[in-house]
Structures are given as C-alpha cells and as structure tokens.
C-alpha cells in the first residue's frame, strides 16, 4: 500500500532534502576565521591571557588594538570558541577556553602555535598564488618573490630557521608520541631520525624506550640547535645531535631509520632515492618509517593530506604527499618485504617498511 504524504508534510521533506549553499559559502569564507585566528596567534593574545583574564579594554592596552577593532576581534574569538567570557556587559572578562590554554599559549609545553606563526608570515600569503600554481606547476614562495628557494632562505636565515623548526615540531609532538607508544621497538637497538631538526622524535622515543641508541642527523647549521634542545631537554646523554647532508650522504646504519615530515618534501625520484638509501643502512629485520599525513588509497577522506600536497606544490613544485599504497610500492621496489600503515594523531600516520 502506497500513502501519500499530506502535502505540507511533503513540502517540508522536499525542503529539507534541497541542497543549501551555507557549506560552500562558510569554506568560501573560510579565511575570514583563519585570519582572525592568525593575527591572534601573532598578537600574542593567548599567551597574554594565559596569566589571568582580562576586560576588553585591559586586552586593548596591552596588546595595542584598535579602539574600533577591539571588541569585533574578541568577539569573533568568542563566537569560534577560541576565547571566553564571563558575561555581556562593557566590563565582561575574556579568557582562554581549554583548547586555546593548552594549544596555545607559549608558556604551554603542548604549544603548536609555532606551525600558525609560520602560516601567518608564509604560508597564508603565498596560498593566495594557488591559482597560478594550479595552472604552471610552479612553486609560488620566496623562490617566486626573491629568487631563492624556499630552503636556502631559512638557512640563510638562523632566527626564520629556528622559527620553522619549531613550527615543525609543535605540529609533529602529539604524532611522534602516539608513535613512541604504539609502535613495537623492543626488536631494535638503535635509531637513526634522518632530518630530525630539533631532535624531538629521537628525544620522544629515548624518553619512552630506554634500551634504544636514538640519533638525530640534520644539516651541520642545524646540528647546535638540536644539541642545544636536547640539553635543554635532560637528554644530552641519552640522544646524539649528528650532521648529515641526507640528499648527498649515505645514511648511518641502524636497526630503525625513521624520517618526520621529510619524504613529502621531495619529488618522485628523490623520494626514491632516500628510501633506497634507507634500505641500504638497514639490517635484515630492519625497519624505515616515514611519519606524514598519509593520504587514504581511495584518496576521498583525508582532505588534510591532500591539502598538504597542495601546499607541497606551493612549496617546491613537484614535491607532493601521498597513500599507503604508493609508499610500499616505492619501498617493495626497493627490496622491501613488506608494509603497513600505522595511524598516529588526526590525519597522521607512519608508513612503515621492514627489510
């Protein structure tokens, strides 16, 4: 039996059903809440409000705002549950919500704040160049502006460089602890992070595994800031700060070779190339693992990773992220015996190799 539904009933399915542009129009307009966030982070307002809460006026004076834009900004911190506040009269208190407390304010251990200072001087205005991009296939930052590319400006540069380092490891510390915790590596004796820059994936899993020699090896002008991290850290004596050019040196032996954030930096030969390095430093049991945001085979859900190798084209041109399955098939080339993927924290996972 077929029943008819009344006529206002389906009136309102059929309304319901219809398609509504509010999600294209909140991604169209999604920088608007980037920007907010960004010049936030910028301003240091988080980490102002880290020491206690504060009336809009107090926050004016200390971070220097504008009368006209003061409460518009906070406000719209509010609204994207950034901040918070205790009511809604002239003389409200703003202060941090959990997230923001944690995340990001500096004198928080848990800051990743670093990886936002670097969108908002970098990233945010070269992502403006996408479209052309899109259509040369060319890298659109400092290569772009000044001629030089994109790391040879941070190693000119010793305070940018430290800068990206940090923003690097803040991003990465939540990934490089589930890493130290559901990874197997009572097999392994040493370690060797290729590209480790401030040593915090070798310092995570020497903290987490005591038997493990951890290495960290980068260039030589990143060699005394790892050394002086790692110090800072109480693991002078535990983790090595070693200089590697990782392009045009062999890699050293060890019984785990891992790289963070690294392989995604390079195009499809050069890729090749280091994980054949890897292979070579390994012994029969050895593993290689790259932890990137790797890219699901179907490539439909993880819409960070994808992003990410849009922002590889931005970066250097032909560098680009990528699945699961083209990682073993690159590694299983390289005389691998097998792969699996191992998921970390959000849209990150380590892919991993075992000779």
Not at 181 to 191: A, E, K, T, V
Request: one cysteine or more; proline letters at 6%; glycine letters at 6%.
């Amino acid at each position: 039996m077929n029943a008819e539904l009344p006529i206002h009933s389906q009136r309102d399915h059929e309304r319901a059903a219809a398609p509504s542009p509010a999600r294209i129009l909140e991604m169209g307009m999604a920088f608007w809440a980037s920007k907010t966030l960004l010049s936030a982070v910028e301003l240091r307002l988080f980490s102002v409000l880290g020491e206690g809460p504060l009336s809009a006026d107090e926050i004016e004076d200390e971070i220097g705002l504008h009368p006209r834009a003061t409460r518009d900004f906070l406000d719209a911190l509010v609204a994207l549950k950034m901040l918070d506040r205790t009511g809604d009269d002239a003389g409200a208190l703003y202060y941090n919500t959990p997230e923001a407390a944690q995340f990001l304010d500096k004198a928080s251990p848990a800051y990743v704040g670093g990886i936002l200072e670097m969108a908002n001087d970098r990233l945010y205005p070269f992502w403006a160049d996408l479209t052309p991009a899109l259509l040369t296939g060319k890298p659109q930052n400092e290569i772009k502006h000044s001629g030089r590319a994109m790391f040879e400006t941070l190693y000119a540069e010793p305070k940018r460089l430290e800068q990206f380092m940090d923003a690097m490891t803040g991003v990465s510390r939540a990934n490089f602890e589930a890493f130290a915790n559901r990874f197997d590596f009572m097999p392994y004796r040493s370690m060797a992070d290729i590209g480790g820059a401030t040593g915090l994936l070798s310092a995570t899993v020497a903290r987490a595994h005591p038997h493990l020699a951890c290495t960290s090896y980068d260039l030589p002008v990143v060699t005394p800031i790892a050394e002086r991290r790692l110090s800072e850290a109480g693991l002078a004596e535990r983790v090595a700060a070693k200089p590697i050019d990782f392009l045009a040196d062999d890699f050293p032996p060890a019984d785990l070779i891992t790289m963070g954030m690294i392989l995604h930096d390079w195009n499809l030969e050069q890729k090749k190339a280091l994980i054949a390095k890897a292979y070579r430093a390994l012994p029969r049991g050895g593993a290689f693992v790259a932890i990137e945001n790797i890219i699901d085979d179907a490539r439909r859900e993880n819409a960070f990773g994808l992003l990410m190798s849009l922002n590889m084209l931005i970066e250097f041109g032909d560098a680009f992220d990528f699945t699961g399955s083209d990682f073993a098939s690159w590694c299983l080339e390289a005389g691998f015996r097998h792969c699996e993927v191992l998921p970390l924290a959000g849209p990150a996972s380590a892919a991993i190799a075992y000779k």
